[in-house]
Nanobody, 122 residues
């Protein structure tokens, strides 16, 4: 059974950094676009970043540009989200997802992880 499993969330002070990881089981990881989304309480799920299957193209949400970096290691079936200069408003549950296209809409992604909590204290 193919799964996405996130890790690396936690509590960090404003201005700090965290790196999230998402491991995808299955042998076809390298053919999928991967994305990160987040959802804060009472808010809609928000696109954070996406990366093409080769890693040559990336997209970022406006609120994280210049602070977050998405990358992937196809040999390890893993996608990463390096988060720097964290702000209180980055607090959310972060989800990774896979898709056949590089897109920002949640409807474009058909497999989701269970999420990992990121809490940024101000």
């Amino acid at each position: 059974q193919v799964q996405l499993v996130e890790s690396g969330g936690g509590l960090v002070q404003a201005g700090g950094s965290l790196r999230l990881s998402c491991a995808r089981s299955g042998r076809t990881f390298s053919t999928y676009t991967m994305g990160w989304f987040r959802q804060a309480p009472g808010k809609e799920r928000e696109f954070v970043a996406g990366i093409s299957w080769s890693g040559s193209r990336t997209l970022y949400g406006d609120s994280v540009k210049g602070r977050f970096t998405i990358s992937r290691d196809n040999a390890k079936n893993t996608v990463y989200l390096q988060m720097n200069s964290l702000k209180h408003e980055d607090t959310a549950v972060y989800y990774c997802a896979s898709s056949s296209i590089l897109a920002t809409a949640t409807r474009s992604y058909d497999m989701w992880g269970q999420g990992t909590q990121v809490t940024v204290s101000s």
